[in-house]
């Protein structure tokens, strides 16, 4: 016998009866973003590196240690999408999706890849739902996209939800602070860890993230950006934490959030759900007005989301879940000399009549047949034996109340709908 083989680490088969659920998500999104005007794109699984590297940046974690790169057999260097703001960016630019008006509005939902290491969570292949609102500016643009989130996770049964909000300022204000927080943080390199060191070179506002606690205790005392912000960008700010209050969204402004990607500027936001640990963000997303002019498109102003689908699934309410889960279907066995074959006809049309229905094609005994039906937790089995069959009728057996009734074939189609 050959050895088995198995999945990669990291990434993991999704199995029914819970790819059921999936699906519901999914569809969820897609309402509710549809009742707000956006449209879903299908990008590639694979990307030129290139766009990652100019769009999410080289000093992070994701293009710094964490892509799944190869070289094709012509030497390009291509990369599994570790995220897809930067592809539904490269997209917009490439189909010139803003020539027939703007804002576009797009949202997507698939597998994206990080080299990351596997946890409770935190898996090499995960999933996300995104939207990118692109081409307006304006504070009621973000104030509609965060908005349109916390109704999607209404739609969920969620409750709890808390926005955790913050502006990491424009380019001015950003460079302003960034000046400020290195020379803050200069005199103490020698007590931060090897990664915060890297990054007080590279990406110093990522070391705000940082969950090392003696990290945490030096920058107790660091400067805020709060006090480095434009009066543009802080009016800005204003306007959405308005807008927010004003929509009825719970929202706390977290000063230390910062967002690990390059791209972000203004608004930046993270949603926390209960049934989640606290550093178990479900959904992250901000302001992003620099990347498409970065990616050789027009300057640009945009805002987007991802929601973690692994994570969000993992603290779905159960109310949402149990409506969601798909009824047993229907068990249809034969008896006596019927064939087996023959019971492929009555399938179809309990098929037909909008029933789900497996009939036992495997000729095994009745007997067998219940104990099939019974352990897929089946209410109806629906039984054709030679008397039955010369008739025209079934036997329609209740597993739940434990009865059976001879009826003819429309009569137990009927019944069986009636019941669910
Ligand atoms: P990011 O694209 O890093 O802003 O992440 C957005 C969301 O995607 C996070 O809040 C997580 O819920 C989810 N996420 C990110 N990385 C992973 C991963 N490796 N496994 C599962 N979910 C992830």
């Not at 960034?178 to 590279?202: C, I, K, N």
Request: aromatic share 6%.
């Amino acid at each position: 016998m050959g050895e088995r083989v198995r999945s990669v680490k990291g990434m993991r088969d999704l199995l029914p009866p819970e790819t059921a659920v999936w699906a519901a998500v999914e569809e969820t999104a897609r309402r509710v973003f549809g009742t707000y005007g956006y449209g879903e794109i299908r990008t590639p699984l694979v990307e030129p590196t290139e766009l990652f590297v100019r769009g999410v940046g080289e000093a992070t974690d994701i293009v710094g240690k964490e892509m799944y790169t190869f070289e094709d057999r012509k030497g390009r260097a291509l990369t599994l999408r570790p995220e897809s703001t930067a592809p539904v960016a490269r997209a917009f630019v490439q189909h010139g999706l803003g020539d027939r008006g703007l804002p576009v509005k797009l949202y997507y939902c698939g597998p994206q890849f990080r080299y990351e290491r596997p946890q409770r969570g935190r898996y090499r292949q995960f999933s996300q739902i995104g939207a990118e609102l692109i081409g307006d500016p304006g504070p009621a643009s973000d104030v509609e996209v965060i908005l349109m989130l916390v109704r999607f996770l209404q739609a969920l049964d969620f409750e709890g939800v808390t926005v955790l909000l913050n502006t990491v300022g424009d380019d001015t204000s950003r460079a302003a602070y960034r000046a400020a927080l290195v020379d803050f943080l200069a005199p103490h390199a020698g007590a931060l860890g090897d990664d915060s060191r890297r990054r007080l070179g590279t990406n110093p506002l990522r070391i705000l993230d940082t969950k090392v606690p003696a990290e945490r205790e030096i920058l107790l005392h660091a400067p805020a950006l709060d006090g480095y912000l434009t009066a543009d960008s802080r009016a800005h700010f204003d306007a959405v934490q308005e807008g927010l209050s004003a929509a009825g969204v719970d929202f706390a402004v977290e000063p230390r959030l910062v967002r690990g990607l390059d791209y972000y500027s203004r608004t930046v936001f993270e949603i926390v759900v209960e049934g989640l640990g606290a550093q178990d963000a479900v959904v992250g997303g901000g302001r992003y007005d620099g990347l498409i002019g970065e990616l050789g498109g027009p300057e640009m102003p945009a805002i987007g989301f991802a929601i973690g689908e692994d994570r969000l699934l993992e603290a779905l309410p159960e109310s949402f879940r149990a409506s969601h889960q798909p009824g047993a279907p229907v068990h249809l066995a034969a008896a006596g000399s019927v064939e087996p074959g023959a019971l492929l006809g009555l399938a179809e049309s309990m098929r037909a009549a909008g029933l789900a229905v497996v009939a036992e094609l495997g000729g095994r005994s009745v007997k067998a047949a219940l104990k099939r039906a019974d352990k897929a937790g089946a209410r109806w089995v629906v039984l054709v034996g030679d008397d039955e069959q010369a008739a025209g009728e079934v036997t329609l057996r209740d597993l739940e109340a434990g009865e059976q009734q001879r009826l003819a074939r429309s009569a137990a189609i009927a019944a069986i709908k009636e019941s669910s």
